[in-house]
């Protein structure tokens, strides 16, 4: 083999080698980024596919705890009978043998949307064991359903005489309604 065949095999050698590097470089190289990049995302998608089954799973529970909720928020009315709260603390004073010296009611702000607390004041005053039996019953002493915010006990100057209270409870009402 002549000089100028062998510099022709060795360019071409070269030159193939050349192509090869180029070839694997600009187009498999990327080819090969863009399928690790489409697996991740496959991979997450199907992550997201079986978490989207396990809550699906948990659909009839959510309902379930979806009906309960609403069952518990119609007690939540936007009709406040104050006349039958008033009644309601008479007869829970008359029952625990206290003196209802006081009774209000906070009105409530009808611009305002969605659940809203209608406050009630009370002041009691009757022996020690009556007050604090009465305290303990304020909350079934009518059908709505009340809850305690805050209760002031003050006892008279003369030892075991006398002892006020003053108690005041909330009621949270729709006025979406």
Same mark, same amino acid.
């Not at 070839?23 to 991740?40: A, D, G, M, S, W």
């Given at each position: 083999?002549?000089? #100028?065949?062998? &510099?022709?095999?060795?360019?071409?050698?070269?030159?193939?080698?050349?192509?090869?590097? $180029?070839?694997?470089?600009?187009?498999?190289?990327?080819?090969?980024?863009?399928?690790?990049?489409?697996?991740?995302?496959?991979? &997450?998608?199907?992550?997201?596919?079986?978490?989207?089954?396990? !809550?699906?799973?948990?659909?009839?529970?959510?309902? @379930? /705890?979806? !009906?309960?909720?609403? %069952? +518990?928020?119609?007690?939540? +009315?936007?009709?406040?009978?104050?006349? /039958?709260?008033?009644? +309601?603390?008479?007869?829970?004073?008359?029952?625990?043998?206290?003196? *209802?010296?006081?009774? @209000?009611?906070?009105?409530?702000?009808?611009? *305002?949307?969605?659940? /809203?607390?209608?406050?009630?004041?009370?002041?009691? @005053?009757?022996?020690?064991? $009556?007050? %604090?039996?009465?305290?303990? +019953?304020?909350? *079934?002493?009518?059908?709505?359903?009340?809850?305690?915010?805050?209760?002031?006990?003050?006892?008279?100057?003369?030892?075991? #005489? !006398?002892?006020?209270?003053?108690?005041?409870?909330?009621?949270?009402?729709?006025?979406? %309604?």
């Amino acid at each position: 083999m002549d000089k #100028s065949k062998k &510099e022709m095999l060795i360019l071409i050698v070269i030159i193939f080698f050349g192509l090869n590097y $180029a070839l694997y470089e600009y187009y498999f190289i990327p080819k090969e980024n863009t399928l690790k990049v489409n697996r991740q995302r496959y991979e &997450e998608k199907e992550k997201r596919v079986s978490y989207l089954k396990e !809550e699906q799973k948990n659909v009839g529970v959510l309902k @379930s /705890q979806i !009906e309960e909720l609403n %069952k +518990d928020t119609a007690v939540l +009315d936007n009709k406040i009978n104050t006349p /039958q709260l008033v009644t +309601d603390f008479y007869i829970t004073c008359k029952k625990y043998n206290v003196k *209802g010296e006081n009774i @209000s009611f906070q009105t409530l702000d009808k611009t *305002g949307g969605g659940f /809203q607390p209608f406050v009630m004041n009370l002041n009691i @005053s009757g022996t020690k064991a $009556a007050v %604090k039996n009465f305290i303990k +019953d304020i909350e *079934g002493s009518t059908n709505k359903k009340m809850n305690v915010k805050s209760v002031s006990l003050t006892e008279q100057a003369v030892p075991g #005489s !006398e002892m006020a209270a003053q108690i005041v409870l909330y009621q949270y009402v729709n006025t979406n %309604k």
